[in-house]
């Protein structure tokens, strides 16, 4: 059973900063690319950040310079720094791993955490 655990949402003042992580359980053999996405509320879900197994990061552009991803292999666990958050950063966010359980890679997501941006 692959369980995505996420913590750390909440509400934030503009400009203020919160740190989000995500457990993954479940036997994985191997965890390739982890990452999250968002979703505010009529909009579709967007990529945010990503992380291959190897560092590399991808953002999107609205998040560069203000968000970081990171990763724990050895807790197989993810992070997103989110620093100098603004109103519009208001949505749910996901955690998103790419895992190899038996011989099949899957896409496997958290359940969502809010993070609210208001003063």
């Known amino acids: 059973q692959v369980q995505l655990v996420e913590s750390g949402g909440g509400l934030v003042q503009p400009g203020g900063s919160l740190r989000l992580s ?12 982890m990452g999250w996405y968002r979703q505010a509320p009529g ?7 990503v992380i291959t197994i190897g560092g590399a ?6 998040v560069k310079g ?5 990763r724990d292999n050895a807790k197989n666990t993810v992070y997103l720094q ?15 791993i790419y895992g190899l359980k038996g011989v099949r890679w899957n896409d496997y997501w958290g359940q969502g955490t809010q993070v609210t941006v208001s003063s």
């Open 57 to 62: 990061t991808d953002y999107a552009d609205s």
């Open 66 to 70: 203000r968000f970081t991803v990171s």
């Open 43 to 49: 909009k579709q879900r967007e990529l945010v950040a």
């Open 22 to 33: 995500c457990a993954a359980s479940g036997s994985f053999f191997s965890i390739g690319r």
């Open 82 to 96: 989110m620093n100098s958050l603004k109103p519009e950063d208001t949505a749910v966010y996901y955690c998103n």
